[in-house]
């Protein structure tokens, strides 16, 4: 078993309500993730968990309900914000700069820490070079950390699905986040893949201490690796709790299987 | 064979971060600046000057502008030539107010001016996309037409409308020859060209490159689109407004409001597409084809003419440039939308495993 360090309450969602016309995504959810903690949202298609985590980093902004990070109340959140103060993110759908390398793609994601002014990048003189040098530092520690060694300089449209999801993680990482929110990680990985991104998921959170919040539709991963676990059906959350209580809730057991099982 | 990086090693980020990495293409560039700054003055004529290489030097920069906009932050312009125009009178009207300026001064502070401009013009692009920020731009291009053909006072109340400029002088040193001028903008247009070089490969050019590939997930990183599509506005016309200045100055020496029409601007666009989008490299290729083609055909067409028995005129000739120009055009974007500069990089990677498959 791993050693757990679990601190206090970093995000904490308040009877978050979103719709778009008449469509109700999500109804009234709460939850609160903690510190250091691997906190996972589970759900059928369609169930809301995208738009939760679209409303946590500030792309959707919810209707109704506030959303507390770090202690800072807010009535919703807007994307440099929740960049700016430690919250990151992956994409369900790669959602990669395609015309850009591997290490543009994780270069960029470091573009919050990088300062210097357009005309000292275009004289690439002092502080630009010196900036830029020691970016490029913190992000090869990244394509280290994630063994993607080999491919810095290809263009990520040509790597294949399982590498670019990792590319996705890297530039995510490169911005040091305090809160990583994954969107299906692992969708449409074979088993050893799925096992890689465990893996990675696992030290990030063990080596960085940092913070993750993740969807993901394989219940095996799902149940190994996350401390606590949120379960939505239809835009209403069902169920919340450790795996082992989630798993024996009549209420999931249904959402899941459906009536009558 | 001999386009091999065997045996250069890149021990440190520098080496690994500069323009050209493989050794044989920094001979190439270096001989190639090299040929052009002290082998050119004494090999070209006057009429080489004049009609080939200070246009295409000229058009080269503003397509580098409309690239860094287009190519790298995906924005698209259909006004480019207006923001030329801006850069080209302001740069009349500060040396006309202003006589004393330094004529680098002046290329600068007509850059800012058509900057300025280029961020007003740019703000459609926050709200919208693609084809209707096209439009936009084109409406910027018939408002700043209507502006120089109507507002007196840009024009000096010159009364036939058009304008004509004093000889450049600069540190009590005229330039009066072609040879002279031609050296003067080849320095311009290399400096400006290394500095946009810079920018796209610094944070600033990347985080163009991001809302051109992926806006969502370039703002959930915390780059602002604002900032970032304002800027590659800003800095776009900047390029267009100091090489309108040159084109201006050093090309026309005189002017009438209709030198930056919407034909140029598409000429522009046209350049990029088949030169290479998103490629500095592709911005020069793309700006000699253009410059050359009719050129070329009005030399070339009667001889063929000839030859096959038909007689070519001048008339014919410039109508075959526009079919050639549309069968390329139509070309690249189906077959490489990535422009000559593509083919060329693909052809150098292939060239490294030359003579191996692989």
Redesign the interface.
């Known amino acids: 078993m791993r050693q757990r360090n679990i601190g206090d309450v970093i995000l904490d969602v308040r009877n978050i309500s979103l719709a778009f016309g008449g469509v109700k995504a999500l109804q009234s959810i709460s939850f609160d993730v903690r510190e250091h903690e691997v906190r996972a949202i589970i759900g059928p298609n369609g169930a809301g968990k995208s738009s939760m985590l679209n409303c946590i980093n500030g792309v959707y902004h919810p209707q109704e309900g506030e959303i507390v990070y770090k202690g800072e109340v807010r009535r919703d959140m807007d994307t440099h914000h929740a960049a700016e103060s430690g919250i990151a993110r992956t994409f369900q759908n790669l959602a990669l700069f395609k015309g850009m390398s591997v290490l543009d793609n994780i270069m960029t994601g470091r573009n919050l820490k990088m300062k210097t002014g357009i005309l000292a990048q275009a004289l690439h003189f002092g502080p630009a070079r010196a900036e830029e040098l020691r970016e490029r530092e913190f992000c090869e520690h990244v394509i280290d950390f994630l063994e993607i060694q080999p491919y810095r300089k290809t263009p990520v449209g040509r790597l294949p699905y399982g590498l670019q999801k990792r590319v996705d993680l890297g530039r995510a990482l490169a911005a040091q986040p305090q809160v990583l929110l994954l969107d299906e990680p692992m969708a449409g990985m074979n088993v050893e893949e799925k096992q890689d991104m465990c893996r990675f998921v696992l030290d990030i959170n063990d080596e960085f201490g940092t913070t993750i919040v993740l969807i993901e539709h394989d219940m095996g991963v799902v149940m190994d690796i996350s401390d606590r676990v949120v379960v939505l059906d239809y835009g209403k959350k069902i169920g919340d709790g450790t795996p082992d209580e989630v798993r024996n809730d009549p209420e999931v057991i249904r959402a899941y299987l459906g009536a009558g099982h | 064979m001999f386009y091999r990086e065997n045996g250069q090693f890149k021990a440190s ?2 080496e690994d ?1 500069q323009i050209l990495g493989i050794r044989q293409d920094r001979w190439f560039i270096f001989g190639l600046i090299a040929f052009a700054l002290f082998a050119v003055p004494y090999l070209a004529s006057d009429y080489m000057f004049r009609a080939v290489l200070i246009p295409f030097l000229i058009v080269s920069l503003a397509a580098i502008g409309l690239n860094l906009l287009v190519g790298y932050c995906g924005q698209i312009s259909l006004g480019h030539a207006a923001f030329m125009g801006i850069g080209a009178y302001a740069a009349y009207n500060l040396v006309v107010r202003f006589p004393q300026l330094n004529f680098i001064l002046v290329l600068v502070l007509a850059g800012l001016i058509a900057a300025l401009v280029g961020i007003l013009f740019g703000l459609p692009s926050l709200q919208i996309k693609g084809l209707y920020l096209g439009v936009a731009t084109l409406a910027a291009q018939f408002f700043i037409d209507w502006v120089f053909a109507r507002v007196k006072w840009f024009t000096n109340y010159s009364p036939s409308g058009s304008v004509s400029t004093a000889p450049i002088e600069m540190f009590g040193f005229k330039f009066d020859t072609p040879t002279e001028r031609y050296l003067l903008v080849l320095v311009v247009v290399i400096v400006f060209a290394l ?2 070089k ?2 796209v ?7 163009w ?2 809302m ?3 806006d ?9 689109p604002m900032y970032a599509k304002l ?1 590659a506005f800003a ?1 776009s016309a900047f390029y267009a407004g100091v090489a309108g200045a040159m084109w201006g100055f050093v090309h026309l020496g005189s002017w009438e409001p209709a030198a930056f029409s919407v034909n140029f601007s598409l000429n522009l666009l046209f350049m990029i597409i088949i030169g290479g989008m ?1 490629s500095i490299l592709g911005s020069f290729i793309g700006a000699a084809f253009i410059v050359l083609l009719p050129i070329t055909l009005n030399q070339i067409l009667p001889v063929l003419g000839g030859l096959v028995g038909m007689n070519f005129g001048t008339a014919l000739a410039s109508h075959m440039e526009f079919m050639i120009f549309g069968a390329l055009i139509i070309f690249f974007l189906i077959v490489e939308p990535l422009g000559i500069a593509r083919l060329w990089a693909i052809g150098k990677e292939k060239l490294r495993l030359w003579p191996f498959p692989h």
């Open positions: 980020y520098v971060q500095m946009a810079n920018l490969r610094g944070h600033i050019g990347r985080s490159m991001a051109r590939d992926m969502v997930a370039a703002e959930v990183i915390g780059i602002r800027s800095v998103g």
